[in-house]
């Protein structure tokens, strides 16, 4: 089958565009965009939208897209297959109705044959963003790739190769490799199937009846297979072909996976826990276009930080992201959706469960099958539901069909105990002999207790029978508890407090079936604005949205720019995967005023040692290490030594621009350290190019130490078909939108991405 990009050629217009609209409101004037392309992140920013924070301020709307191509041939097949919009698609071609799609993050292709005709032909695309229609920042609009499939009258199905790995060693892999073939002429033809590995091939007589769509199975035997793995992801190239009518290339790892209570999780009989963390789809800059080098370099980060597993919250991801993840030894859990009977916001997900959870489900898997990185199936988030026993049997009818069509791989629900019992809570406080008012006057030693005890654990118990492994969110009470309470049980931290991962991994490491921890977040995403923010003072725990202009959550282990934050560094040194230590600097400005973080939030510490105006206060350095004691130097003067507490540790000392020292004592001596430097006021911008548009942006002395404190004004400008995806810091409450020529610098970074081929000149105001 011939792929072609269609992402090309566009006309954008908000609006339905339909001939009742342009009578009542009139005519709007469309303008021309490629694809991928947001919407959402183009229009103006408004503090009285209906979504406020929950899209950091930004409008949902309907849109709508046309694009008119030159069709020639309709002896054959034609495809659209679209790999995202958000949401409540409706596609017409030549003002036919020719497909709905409902969910916001699933792939669907479109046969568009039927629709055709010769010459001048063309495609709209309606896409209605309810209000509300999310937790999070979602974009509008076709944000993935589009491609248009051709085809001769018999071919390969869209997607249709589909690699399973039965057995594998060092030895010999034995494969399944299961295609789908499509006959539409009005005769039955035998052809030759043929498929290519290496040098090793194996081919097949095929008969396909009249007008017949059949699947066919091919068992393969791979002779010493290179394996994938975290370490050494390693990918195959099967080359399928149909006796010269279709051919399709299919890449696929081959690995094993096992999963018991006794050994945790294993693959290719290697043990391994996952240092995970969950991610959102957007790009911050770009809004939720997908970017593919962007993807790639977000992917490279984490790795790079220690990350070896993420989850994709709350949503299937994109084709793009799994590829990254298969090329560079990321781990992946999909997850399906965010409610399914039961409403969060009005016109989430839980408006189409009944009716396309199946689907959807199935789109799912067919993403996922030949990535090797995909190792599990969420089915739901937080679901509130589950601990009904009519409610609950959702999840078992979502786990048999998923395992009908993907048995390999292990299947989860990311279940919060707290919200599952809401309404419950008095009723099984009474039960567990807890004081329900110390509970709900904020006592967290009561609350906790309850939360450990049989009680609460009892109404999950049918929810978590027929997974796999239960996923836990918030819940680090319950680990030991349910190890012994349910000795069979695989557990999972699906989704975890940043703070929480010191205790989360040493129970990891205690526990054999509890077999990693996903923190929230592994990287700052638009929406659900201020939820990581860092408040002074007493605080209420759970007034935890940011007011405009706040358009970030504003946690992560990287910045909305990806930039790193001194929590992924402690984060690293828990892990065990870093022996240096790590400097960090509160903010003097709040020195002795009580810092109040949101649970999902960390301490105001920066990676700096520039604070003017500061010079001779007082002012709090945080040392991130593994040793049991570390020494604090300042311009050579040591500060004195600390023992650190769950791998930190806080000196107070009095600021002096120079040089910051931390020294890890181990056994008595000094071992590993690390320096921080005052930047010089003499500063310039640093531009590194990392190709494919990305360039990121850095204020510099010429020593080449970055200078936090210095703020620039910033000007970029395009010519020729170069155009300005983004262009914007990682500031969560900035009022500079992102298409602007002219932004400011924020913690001494910026970046800009760019589309198409010209100049760019990036000038400092």
């Not at 016109?347 to 067919?366: G, I, P, Q, R, T």
Request: hydrophobic fraction near 35%; glycine fraction near 8%; proline fraction near 4%.
């Amino acid at each position: 089958m011939k792929r072609e990009s269609f992402n090309g050629g566009w006309q954008f217009c908000r609006g339905s565009g339909t001939a009742l609209e342009r009578t009542i409101n009139g005519a709007k004037t469309p303008v021309p965009v490629t694809l991928p392309h947001d919407a959402m992140i183009r229009a103006a920013r408004d503090p009285q939208t209906p979504t406020g924070n929950a899209t950091g301020y930004y409008p949902a709307e309907t849109v709508h897209y046309t694009k008119e191509f030159e069709w020639d041939d309709l002896s054959g097949a034609a495809y659209l297959e679209f790999e995202g919009i958000y949401h409540n698609t409706a596609v017409y071609v030549n003002a036919c109705l020719a497909a709905q799609h409902y969910n916001g993050y699933t792939a669907f292709t479109v046969d568009i044959s039927p629709f055709l005709k010769p010459g001048k032909n063309t495609v709209k695309v309606l896409v209605r963003n309810g209000v509300p229609s999310s937790r999070w920042y979602s974009g509008t609009g076709i944000y993935r790739d589009v491609w248009l499939l051709r085809a001769g009258s018999v071919h390969i199905a869209p997607n249709g190769v589909k690699i399973t790995v039965a057995e594998a060693d060092e030895e010999a892999a034995a494969l399944l490799i299961q295609t789908t073939l499509v006959n539409r002429d009005a005769r039955q033809r035998t052809l030759c199937l043929r498929h290519r590995i290496d040098d090793t091939e194996i081919s097949a007589p095929v008969t396909l009846l009249a007008g017949e769509t059949k699947t066919v199975s091919l068992r393969f035997t791979l002779e010493h297979p290179k394996l994938w793995s975290v370490d050494d992801p390693f990918l195959y190239d099967c080359k399928t072909a149909l006796e010269g009518l279709d051919s399709e290339h299919t890449r696929f790892g081959v690995r094993t996976l096992s999963l018991d209570a006794r050994r945790g999780l294993r693959i290719n009989g290697e043990p391994i826990k996952l240092r995970g963390g969950c991610i959102h789809q957007d790009h911050g800059v770009i809004g939720a276009v997908e970017h593919r080098a962007l993807t790639f370099r977000r992917i490279r980060k984490l790795k790079e930080a220690g990350y070896n597993a993420i989850r994709c919250a709350h949503f299937p991801t994109s084709r793009t992201v799994l590829e990254a993840c298969d090329e560079l030894g990321m781990l992946v859990m999909l997850e399906l959706c965010d409610a399914w009977t039961a409403p969060k916001v009005d016109f989430d997900y839980s408006a189409h469960f009944l009716s396309h959870w199946k689907e959807d489900a199935s789109a799912m898997v067919e993403l996922a099958y030949n990535h090797p990185s995909v190792i599990f199936y969420s089915i739901g988030n937080e679901i509130c539901e589950i601990s009904d026993p009519r409610e609950v049997q959702y999840g078992r009818q979502i786990c048999d069909h998923i395992r009908a069509l993907d048995p390999t791989r292990y299947l989860t629900n990311c279940v919060n105990p707290v919200l599952s019992l809401m309404d419950r809570i008095p009723e099984l406080a009474v039960k567990a002999g807890a004081d329900i008012n110390s509970i709900l006057n904020g006592n967290a030693e009561e609350l906790a207790r309850l939360m450990a005890s049989r009680e609460i654990g009892e109404p999950l118990e049918e929810a978590f029978s027929y997974l796999d492994v239960a996923g836990y969110n918030y819940a680090t009470f319950r680990y030991e508890a349910d190890a012994a309470q349910y000795p069979h049980r695989v557990m999972l931290g699906a989704e975890c407090y940043p703070s929480a991962l010191y205790e989360n991994w040493k129970l990891c490491e205690k526990l054999p079936q509890l077999i990693g921890d996903f923190g929230w977040a592994a990287w700052d995403y638009l929406g659900e604005a201020g939820v990581g923010q860092h408040r002074y003072g007493e605080a209420l725990e759970y007034d935890l949205y940011g007011a405009y202009p706040w358009r970030s959550a504003g946690c992560g282990d990287f910045d909305l720019i990806g930039d790193r934050r001194p929590v992924s560094y402690w984060r690293q040194i828990v892990w065990g995967l870093r022996k240096e230590p790590y400097l960090a600097v509160q903010d003097p400005a709040h020195y002795g005023e009580k810092q109040s973080p949101t649970r999902w939030g960390w301490s105001d510490a920066l990676r700096s040692w520039n604070y003017r105006g500061y010079e001779g206060k007082p002012i709090v350095v945080e040392v991130y290490s593994d040793a049991d004691e570390v020494e604090l130097f300042d311009n050579g003067r040591s500060v004195g030594k600390q023992k650190t507490e769950r791998c930190k540790a806080l000196f107070d000392t009095v600021y002096e621009p120079g040089e910051l020292t931390a020294i890890n004592i181990r056994g008595g001596k000094n071992a590993e350290q690390d320096r921080l430097m005052t930047a010089s006021d003499e500063v310039y911008l640093e531009q590194t190019d990392l190709g494919d548009g990305i360039i990121e942006l850095s204020v510099k002395d010429k020593e080449g130490v970055l200078n936090p404190e210095a703020v620039l004004t910033i000007t970029a400008e395009t010519k020729g078909e170069r155009t300005i995806l983004g262009f914007g810091s990682a500031d969560p409450k900035s009022e500079e939108n992102y298409f602007d020529k002219t932004i400011q610098t924020w913690h001494g970074r910026a970046l800009i991405v760019t589309r198409g081929d010209g100049d760019l000149k990036i000038e400092v105001q």
